[in-house]
């Protein structure tokens, strides 16, 4: 069973919005931290953004005042609202968390990402 499972991403214009979505598997518990973060062909995967489980919210630099992040503890469900979207948004989103994955222990885990296209 996949522990992340993405969704929401697709191609969208220069300036316009979509929302990603993130759903961990209920075999992994204690979360506190969920992320998302993004691979942009021949570049390093990157920090987005990330909010623990009192909602302490932190952000990359380049996208602060247009994607917000939040989540639903009871659903352990994390969500990326990204808003003015630019052709450098386009990469491949991840989702990660940590936590306690029934019979595989405590460790970080991912999904499989979801591509996100901005054209121009």
């Known amino acids: 069973q996949v522990p992340l499972v993405e969704s929401g991403g697709g191609l969208v214009q220069a300036g316009g919005s979509l929302r990603l979505s993130c759903e961990a598997s209920r075999t992994i518990f204690s979360i506190n931290v969920m992320g998302w973060y993004r691979q942009a062909p021949g570049k390093q995967r990157e920090l987005v953004a990330r909010?623990?489980?009192?909602?302490?919210?932190n952000y990359a630099d380049s996208v602060k005042g247009r994607f917000t992040i939040s989540r639903d503890n009871a659903k352990n469900i994390v969500y990326l609202q990204m808003n003015s979207l630019k052709p450098e948004d386009t990469a491949v989103y991840y989702c990660?968390?940590?936590?306690?994955?029934?019979?595989?222990?405590?460790?970080?885990?991912w999904g499989q990402g979801t591509q996100v296209t901005v054209s121009s």
């Open positions: 990660s968390t940590q936590g306690l994955r029934t019979g595989y222990g405590w460790g970080e885990y």
């Open positions: 909010i623990t489980s009192g909602n302490t919210t």
